[in-house]
Nanobody, 118 residues
């Protein structure tokens, strides 16, 4: 229903920072129907986990392991959701996925790789 394209991943040393972006496209009626956006991550051999979420009126939520280090935000004018990540740790290494929740269900992006070296 909407298309999500992540960008901003890469290789960074422990303690470094990255900002991930999720560009949202599609019918305006679909984009405006999104009730929540989220960032998930999946490491090899691990289940996909919710890292951060943001509702349409700005409420945010984070998994405990990233609280104080990651910040989710959205720019409605640009139809973009961001995940600012600081103080990155090797344990943050994963493919990060953007998702959108609406009445039709959930849409996913293709993912962007984040690799944190020690």
């Amino acid at each position: 229903q909407v298309q999500l394209v992540e960008s901003g991943g890469g290789l960074v040393q422990a303690g470094g920072s990255l900002r991930l972006s999720c560009a949202i496209s599609g019918r305006i009626s679909r984009i405006t129907a999104i009730t929540a956006m989220g960032w998930y991550r999946q490491a090899p051999g691990k289940q996909r986990e919710l890292v951060a979420g943001i509702t349409s009126n700005g409420r945010t939520n984070y998994v405990d392991s990233v609280k104080g280090r990651f910040t989710i935000s959205r720019d409605n004018a640009k139809n973009t959701v961001y995940l600012q990540m600081i103080s990155l740790k090797p344990e943050d290494t994963a493919v990060y996925y953007c998702n959108a929740n609406a009445y039709w269900g959930t849409d996913w992006g293709q993912g962007t790789q984040v690799t944190v070296s020690s």
